[in-house]
């Protein structure tokens, strides 16, 4: 009998344990993710890589983590100076056009007024 109840109280202990287990906050940082490898869970920065070297799994380092994540915003940053010059000079050449076609539309009106000054 006693070792009866020894068990229900085991098996009572081992329930509420996994249930406050599953129940524990999951909350993940700003920035971090959640990368499972083998069952456990790794809070890890967003866009860490994951390795496998000869049967054993390697998370990307602190430092090759940064330095691509680094390589990564350089070449962003790059891609928007490029876009960024080509929209200056694509405003430079707007504006050009627009005095262009207001002196046009000027030299019109005066044609326009001497046409009908001319015909009275």
């Known amino acids: 009998m006693r070792k009866l109840f020894c068990t229900i109280i085991l098996f009572f202990i081992f329930a509420i344990a996994a249930i406050a287990d599953e129940s524990k906050d999951d909350s993940v940082p700003p920035g971090m993710e959640v990368i499972v490898i083998n ?14 070297e000869g049967g054993v799994t ?11 994540r680094f390589e990564t915003m350089d ?3 790059r891609t928007l100076e490029a876009n960024e010059k080509k929209f200056r ?19 019109i009106e005066l044609d326009a007024g001497n046409f009908f000054d001319a015909s009275n």
Do not use: F, M, W
């Open 58 to 68: 390697v998370l990307e380092g602190r430092n090759e983590y940064i330095a691509g």
């Open 75 to 77: 070449i962003r940053i």
């Open 89 to 107: 000079s694509d405003i430079k050449l707007l504006k050009e056009t627009i005095e262009v076609l207001q002196t046009q539309c000027q030299l």
């Open 39 to 52: 069952k456990v869970r790794h809070v890890v920065p967003k866009g860490t890589k994951v390795k496998t």
